[in-house]
């Protein structure tokens, strides 16, 4: 997708944001454990769609961002 493209699209996603080239969105969860779940979900996602998000963890915060 080109930038009109993906800016067209913004609106439909709740608590995503672009950044650079790429869409990101900051996760809060009540503990380590939670956001390892959520990562686990998110990579078996990834894996069926061969498109593989950059994932950043820091105990109880995720970010994801998809380029």
Known sequence: ?????????M???D????E?????KDINFKDFKES?????????????NNHH???LID???VRLTLT
């Not at 997708?1 to 699209?9: D, G, R, S, T, V």
């Not at 650079?20 to 990101?24: D, F, K, Q, T, V």
């Open 1 to 9: 997708m080109n930038l009109e493209e993906i800016e067209k699209h």
């Open 11 to 13: 609106g439909k996603l």
């Open 15 to 18: 608590d995503w944001a672009l």
């Open 20 to 24: 650079g080239n790429g869409i990101i």
């Open 36 to 48: 390892l779940i959520f990562i686990n979900k998110v990579a078996e996602i990834a894996e069926k």
């Open 53 to 55: 998000p950059m994932i």
């Open 59 to 61: 105990f109880n915060y």
